[in-house]
C-alpha cells in the first residue's frame, strides 16, 4: 500500500485519471437525468408577437375578445406589437418565436359570414424548436381559432365561418441539412477545442524545462491559430459542399475560425491554469453547450438550475452566427465575444504557463543550478 501511495504522490497524472471518469460519469448521469428537454416547458418558454389591426365595426372589436380569451388558454405568451415591421424586426432578432397577425377586417367579416383570414410568420434561423413551432402554428391557430369562433356564435344561431391562414417564413433554410449545419458546426469546434488544446498542453508540458516558459506559452498561443486556420478550412468546405451554400463559404470559415480559436485557447488557459483537472469543467460544457447555447430550444425552457448559466454567459453567440450565414438573420456578438474570449485564454496560458514553470524551478532547483 506505501508503494501505492507513493505512486500517487509522485505522479499528477495519475490521480487526474483515477478522479476524471468518475466525476465525469457523475456529471453525464446527473445531467441527462435531471434535465431532459421538456417540451412542454420548451413551448411555454415561447413568446409569440401579436399586431391586431382589426378596426372593428362600430365599438365592437371581436379580435380583442378572442385574442384575450386565447391568451389564457395557449402555453406560450402573446407579446403585442405595434405593426408588422415591428414585429417583423423582433422576429428577426429573436425576441419573439413566431409572429401572428390580425387583419383590419377581422371583426368585419366575422359579422358578415367572412371568410376569416389571419397570417402567421415562423422562421428557422431560431432554435429547433422555434422553427418547428412556426412551421406548426399555422394549423394550430385555425383550429383554435375557428374553435373559439363556433362557440361564440352558437347561440346566435350562426354557423361556423370559415378561417383561412396563411403562413409564411421570415428565414428558410435551402434545405434540411442546412438546418442541422450549424448545430453540427459549433459541436464539431467544441470538441475539436478539447482534443486540440488537451493534446497540445500533453505534448509541451515537458517543453517548458528545456525551452523556457516564453517559448512554451507561445507555442501553446500560435499553434492553434494555424491548427484551428486549417481545422476550419476543411469544416466550412465540407458544410458548404454538402449544403450547397457556397455563398457562405467565406463567412463560415472566418467565424468558425475565430470561434475555434477562442474556444481551443481558452481550454488552453485553463489547461495551463490548473493542469488535466480543467476536463472536469471543459467535458460537461462541451456536450452540454446545445442546451445552454439555445441550439435545441430557448435557454429559458432549461431547468432553473441550469438556465442562469446559459443566459449568463454568450453561449448561443456562435449558432447564432452560423445560422445567420446559412439561413438568415442577424450575425450577433460573436466577433467581440470570441476575441474576449481568445484574450482570456491567451493571458491564461501566459499566467499559468509561467507558474507552473515557477513551481517546477522551485520544486527541483539543482535542475536549474
Do not use: C, K
Not at 390580425?102 to 428557422?124: E, K, Y
Not at 467544441?190 to 507561445?218: C, E, H, I, P, Q
Amino acid at each position: 500500500m506505501s508503494r501505492l501511495g507513493s505512486l500517487f504522490d509522485g505522479n499528477p497524472i495519475l490521480r487526474v485519471a483515477l478522479a476524471v471518469p468518475v466525476l465525469i460519469m457523475f456529471v453525464f448521469s446527473f445531467f441527462n437525468l435531471s434535465a431532459p428537454l421538456d417540451q412542454q416547458r420548451a413551448i411555454g418558454a415561447l413568446d409569440v408577437g401579436l399586431v391586431n389591426a382589426d378596426e372593428g365595426v362600430g365599438p365592437m372589436v371581436l379580435s380583442e375578445n378572442l385574442t384575450g380569451a386565447m391568451g389564457a388558454a395557449l402555453p406560450f405568451t402573446l407579446v403585442s406589437l405595434s405593426d408588422e415591421d415591428a414585429g417583423r424586426a423582433a422576429l428577426d432578432a429573436g425576441t419573439i418565436s413566431a409572429l401572428v397577425l390580425i387583419p383590419a377586417d377581422f371583426t368585419q367579416a366575422a359579422t358578415t359570414g367572412g371568410p376569416i383570414s389571419l397570417r402567421v410568420i415562423g422562421t428557422q434561423h431560431l432554435s429547433a424548436v422555434e422553427s418547428q413551432f412556426g412551421a406548426m402554428l399555422g394549423g394550430q391557430l385555425q383550429a383554435g381559432v375557428s374553435a373559439a369562433l363556433a362557440q361564440a356564435l352558437a347561440p346566435l344561431g350562426r354557423t361556423p365561418l370559415a378561417v383561412v391562414v396563411e403562413s409564411e417564413m421570415l428565414h428558410s433554410a435551402a434545405n434540411a441539412t442546412t438546418l442541422m449545419a450549424a448545430p453540427i458546426m459549433v459541436f464539431a469546434i467544441w470538441v475539436a477545442g478539447l482534443a486540440g488544446s488537451a493534446a497540445l498542453f500533453a505534448a509541451t508540458r515537458v517543453l517548458a524545462a528545456s525551452r523556457g516558459a516564453a517559448t512554451v506559452a507561445w507555442l501553446r498561443t500560435l499553434l492553434p491559430a494555424a491548427v484551428t486556420g486549417l481545422a476550419t478550412l476543411l469544416l466550412a468546405l465540407t458544410v458548404a459542399w454538402l449544403t450547397g451554400q457556397w455563398g457562405g463559404f467565406f463567412a463560415l470559415w472566418l467565424l468558425s475560425w475565430l470561434a475555434a480559436y477562442a474556444v481551443t485557447v481558452l481550454f488552453g488557459g485553463l489547461f495551463a491554469s490548473i493542469g488535466l483537472w480543467a476536463l472536469i469543467l471543459i467535458v460537461p460544457t462541451v456536450f452540454y453547450q446545445a442546451t445552454l447555447s439555445g441550439a435545441q430550444a430557448p435557454v429559458a425552457a432549461a431547468p432553473d438550475w441550469l438556465a442562469w448559466f446559459g443566459e449568463a454567459l454568450p453561449f448561443s453567440a456562435l449558432p447564432e452566427a452560423l445560422r445567420s450565414v446559412l439561413i438568415g438573420g442577424p450575425v450577433g456578438p460573436l466577433v467581440p465575444v470570441a476575441s474576449l474570449t481568445a484574450l482570456i485564454g491567451v493571458a491564461l496560458i501566459f499566467a499559468g504557463t509561467y507558474l507552473w514553470a515557477g513551481r517546477n524551478r522551485a520544486a527541483s532547483p539543482e535542475l536549474h543550478a
